[in-house]
């Protein structure tokens, strides 16, 4: 469809925050999120789910889901089960079971004839032939791709006998149309550029236009809150929603609010070729935490003060349309490491042991306790779960222990020479915790006249095979006396020197 002209009062303030309509809210709040089971669930979808639940839950309201499944060709239940599985890992959960929307084409087609036996749609005859030949006279001319209305006004008895149609919208085409929308203020769009869109196609299924606003009604939606790409959608739905209300009654327009959307770091509208664009992506390839991207989402386009944190409860009671801001928001994935670091850090150990362990490799799934453990001494340094079980590697690794080639530098005669030393030592230290290992060694080390990081380089390198780990006490204390001892000799030996 041809875009649409669409202008945007100027308000008095200069503040954006000033020129969001005010809104009362006079009857219960129904949101809804409507995705397509095309594919995984975007991450922009992911935001507009959550907007929706959100507001639902700070108005005491509902939050529906609906699966647009109309396009037969491409939606597929692993489609759903992905969206699905997506909206749970994140929290959000909805108050009735999901509608879709394909189980609902007689409900559609039902409102269709409606309006055409009441003169606000008519059917139309046009081949493809002839319509492609219209299309081609306003290119040439540079005119926008409109459809003309060549059978607005005419007699159906004009159409041969048999001739398939479809039925077209009669919309307006005096005056203006004018949205109120919560984020985007007043716009305004002439009639003249509606053009009669097609309702039922000539199978008699119904198109998109037609069952979104059917099954908005249907389900007793109060409030769109999608994204701005749909703004256009929002005056061609606007005429069918008031031509039924002209012949039943009760078809109120909605509450619309439509939010910029998601743009990658270079400005451009987010996509694959910015990285990760769906939520599986971000669990299960980049080790995000749930309650981090939950976090993230909700303050991408939408601010409280100065707050960067929420937790869920208290985002459901704060949040509100009047924060949502006008400009489309830049996804940052530092940012994104930096919080879901600090989701980390506050995790519970078991539950991050129990969601690291499969990454580590099927060693740390039998061996979750000592994993859960190492937790504290692991999860300070780590931004993602890859990067917990990175540092958690050296737990499970099998001797001969495989050396970096930093780690490896490390070991040199002197340094294997002061292994075998250490070792010896270690062996007669009867009491194997952090205090009584860090006042052993330290004491070594003055004994020695070097500084405890001279014992410590080439320890860290001979029981993790890296350069860089927990604190080296804490590592003993994990592996445990007799591990450590045959790490440490080994390596004094030479005989664990494997390369990467």
């Known amino acids: 469809m041809q875009p649409l002209e669409r202008k945007r009062t100027a308000m008095a303030s200069a503040s954006e925050l000033a020129a969001v309509p005010t809104e009362t809210i006079v009857s219960p709040v129904v949101t ?7 594919g995984f669930l975007h991450i922009g979808g992911a935001r507009t789910a959550l907007f929706n639940w959100l507001y639902a839950r700070r108005h005491g309201g509902k939050v529906l889901l609906r699966i647009e499944d109309t396009d037969a060709k491409r ?13 749970d890992w994140l929290g959000i959960h909805f108050d009735e079971p999901p509608v879709l929307q394909s189980q609902r084409a007689n409900r559609h087609a039902q409102v269709a004839q409606a309006l055409l036996a009441h003169d606000h749609a008519y059917r139309c005859y046009a081949t493809t032939e002839e319509l492609e ?5 306003q290119r040439a001319a540079r005119q926008p791709l409109r459809y003309d209305g060549r059978w607005r006004d005419r007699d159906p008895a004009e159409a041969p006998e048999g001739m398939p149609f479809t039925v077209r919208l009669k919309s307006p085409r005096e005056g203006e149309t004018v949205i109120e929308d919560r984020v985007q203020g007043r716009v305004t769009v002439s009639n003249a550029e509606i053009d009669d869109y097609v ?13 979104v606003i059917v099954d908005d009604h249907d389900m007793g939606v109060t409030h769109i809150i999608r994204g701005d790409d749909h703004l256009n959608n929002a005056f061609r739905q606007l005429p069918i929603i008031r031509a039924m209300d002209s012949i039943e009654g009760s078809w109120p327009d909605p509450t619309y609010a439509h939010i ?12 694959k070729r910015h990285g990760a664009t769906g939520v599986d992506a971000y669990r299960d390839e980049l080790g995000i935490l749930p309650e981090a991207l939950f976090n993230y989402l909700l303050r991408l386009g939408w601010g409280h003060g100065d707050r960067e944190e929420f937790t869920a409860k208290e985002a459901a009671t704060l949040f509100d349309l009047d924060g949502v801001g006008k400009s489309p928001s830049r996804f940052d994935m530092k940012k994104l490491h930096s919080l879901n670091g600090h989701y980390i850090r ?3 150990d078991a539950r991050l042991a129990a969601l690291v362990a499969p990454r580590v490799g099927s060693d740390a799934v039998n061996g979750v306790a000592l994993l859960t453990r190492a937790m504290p001494e692991l999860k300070p340094r780590a931004k993602d779960l890859d990067e917990l079980a990175e540092g958690a590697r050296f ?5 001969p222990l495989i050396l970096s080639d930093k780690a490896a530098a490390l070991l040199d005669e002197p340094a294997r020479t002061l292994l075998g030393c250490i070792a010896g030592r270690l062996r007669a230290e009867q009491v194997w915790t952090t205090s009584a290992l860090e006042a052993n060694l330290k004491a070594y080390a003055e004994q020695l006249g070097l500084g405890l990081g001279k014992l410590a380089q080439p320890l860290r390198a001979a029981l993790t095979g890296q350069a860089t780990s927990p604190g080296i006490f804490d590592v003993l204390a994990l592996l445990g006396r007799e591990e450590s001892l045959a790490r440490i000799e080994a390596q004094a030996l030479g005989s664990g020197s494997g390369g990467d």
């Not at 199978?203 to 998109?208: A, L, S, V």
């Open 32 to 38: 809804r999120f409507a995705p397509s089971p095309t």
């Open 75 to 87: 939606s597929t239940q692993a489609a759903i089960d992905a969206i699905l599985d997506g909206l």
């Open 133 to 137: 030949e219209m299309r081609e006279g």
């Open 199 to 211: 309702l039922l196609r000539a199978d008699g299924t119904p198109t998109y236009m037609l069952a």
């Open 260 to 271: 910029p959307l998601i743009h990658g770091a270079d400005g451009a509208k987010l996509s």
């Open 346 to 348: 506050q995790a519970d």
């Open 395 to 399: 737990l499970f690794a099998r001797r």
